[in-house]
Structure formats: structure tokens, C-alpha cells
């Protein structure tokens, strides 16, 4: 058997093994766990936000508020294009508070996990 057929067997023979659960997968679960909500949080409503800023120029520039059946869409689309724009500009305050909170939460818990792992390295 050739090295590229044995890394290929290797490879698929992982994909089987049991996967011990060590302290550095311990601690990628925690940092996951501070990031993924506000990462979850910061895509959903900065693309609401979006949707929100581009329905308001869709009034000002299309004729969608004739089917609606207003007369003037300036106005409207003005308020509703703003509001889309506040929402994506307040986005990332929120998203960086979320992030905080979380990592006062579970930080002391990381950073003594972090510590053991480094202190281990040296050894």
C-alpha cells in the first residue's frame, strides 16, 4: 500500500473511532457557547434590519405603495427606510453587549480551564 492509500485508510478509520472527550474540546464548547448567541443574534436581526431599510426604499422608489394603496409613499417609506437603518446600526452595540454579558458569565470558568491547559503544556 502506497502513503496516500494509507492516509485515506487512516482518515476513514477516524471517522469510526471513539473520539475522547479531552479538556481542549471542553473549553472550544465553552467559547462557543459565549459567542454563538450573539453571533445568532447579530445575523438575524442585522438582516431584519435590512429587509426593514430596503421595504422602506421599495416605497420611495417603486410603485408597491400604489397596490397598497397610498397615495404618498414618500413619507412612509422615509420612516420605515429609517427605522431599517437604525435597527442595522444599533446592531452591533447590541450584538457587543450580548458578547459582554456572556463572557462575564462564563469567563472565570475559561480562563481557568485556559490556565490548566497551558500549565499542563509546560509539563
Known amino acids: 500500500m502506497n502513503n496516500d492509500q494509507e ?10 473511532t471513539e473520539k475522547q472527550h479531552t479538556e481542549l474540546d471542553e473549553l472550544k464548547a465553552l467559547d462557543a457557547k459565549v459567542k454563538r448567541p450573539a453571533n445568532i443574534f447579530a445575523y438575524i436581526f442585522g438582516t431584519l434590519g435590512a429587509i426593514v431599510m430596503g421595504a422602506g426604499m421599495s416605497l420611495v422608489m417603486t410603485d408597491i405603495g400604489a397596490v397598497l394603496g397610498l397615495a404618498n409613499t414618500m413619507v412612509p417609506g422615509i420612516i420605515v427606510g429609517v427605522v431599517g437603518l437604525v435597527m442595522v446600526c444599533c446592531n452591533y452595540s447590541i450584538y457587543n453587549a450580548i458578547l459582554n454579558s456572556r463572557k462575564k458569565k462564563y469567563g472565570s470558568q475559561i480562563l481557568e480551564l485556559s490556565q490548566k491547559l497551558m500549565d499542563q503544556a509546560e509539563n
Do not use: A, D, P
Not at 7 to 16: A, E, G, N, P, S
Open 7 to 16: 492516509y485515506l485508510v487512516q482518515k476513514i478509520r477516524t471517522q469510526y
